[in-house]
Structures are given as structure tokens and as C-alpha cells.
């Protein structure tokens, strides 16, 4: 059983900085590819960003949307995943979500690849 744990989420102006941090526990271990995820009210729960590992390495990965924005990254602990959020806009307001899972072939992007979530952090970007 894997435990997850969201913080640093808030309200900040439109061009504005966050960073969300997640802290794991329990029955984790250094390989589990780490990812965040939004929901927005009234939408489907999207892939934002996730890091990965193959041998000692680590990938990280970002959506699109947010691409050049956002960063994720590992903590020096490894059971621990960062979101710095930059140039925040309206339309990033979402609850966050972390989530975890044990290494499997390919990235995963959808939430259905995830076994273990946070229980979630507002982010609120106001115009």
C-alpha cells in the first residue's frame, strides 16, 4: 500500500508561480514512476507531467499544454515528486492530483495506468 500526500497548491494571479510537492510512504520503492494529473470541475482527469525510470535513469515527460510551463521533477529521496508550476493561467485551475505506480513497459499518461493517488490539491489561477 502506497500513500501520497499533495501540498503547496493555493491561489495565485495569472502569470504567477507554484509548486506543488508529493510525499510517499508505505510499501513504495525507488523505480515507481511518479506523475501528476488535473481536474478540472465538469472534465475528465488529464496527464500533465510524469517521471519515469529505466536502469538509473529518469525521463520525465509533460503534456502539451503545458509544455515549457510546468516541470516535474524527483526528490534527493526519490519517494518524493515536485510540480513547479510558472506562467500560471486560468485555465491551469484544477484540482492536482498525484499519483504513483510500479514500472511497466512504455509512459504512463492515463490515470487508468496509476494505482495509488493523492488526495488532491486545489489550484486556483484567477484573471
Known amino acids: 500500500q502506497v500513500q501520497l500526500v499533495e501540498s503547496g497548491g493555493g491561489l495565485v494571479q495569472a502569470g504567477g508561480s507554484l509548486r506543488l510537492s508529493c510525499a510517499a510512504s508505505?510499501?513504495?520503492?525507488?523505480?515507481?514512476?511518479m506523475g501528476w494529473f488535473r481536474q478540472a470541475p465538469g472534465k475528465e482527469r488529464e496527464f500533465v507531467a510524469v517521471?519515469?525510470?529505466?536502469?538509473?535513469?529518469?525521463?520525465?515527460y509533460h503534456a502539451e499544454p503545458v509544455k515549457g510551463r510546468f516541470t516535474i521533477s524527483r526528490g534527493n529521496t526519490k519517494n518524493t515528486v515536485y510540480l513547479q508550476m510558472n506562467s500560471l493561467k486560468p485555465e491551469d485551475t484544477a484540482v492536482y492530483y498525484c499519483?504513483?505506480?510500479?514500472?511497466?513497459?512504455?509512459?504512463?499518461?492515463?490515470?487508468?495506468?496509476?494505482?495509488?493517488w493523492g488526495q488532491g490539491t486545489q489550484v486556483t489561477v484567477s484573471s
Open positions: 517521471s519515469t525510470w529505466s536502469g538509473r535513469t529518469i525521463y520525465y
Open positions: 499519483a504513483a505506480v510500479l514500472p511497466r513497459v512504455g509512459v504512463p499518461r492515463h490515470p487508468a495506468d496509476f494505482d495509488s
Open positions: 508505505g510499501r513504495i520503492f525507488d523505480n515507481y514512476a
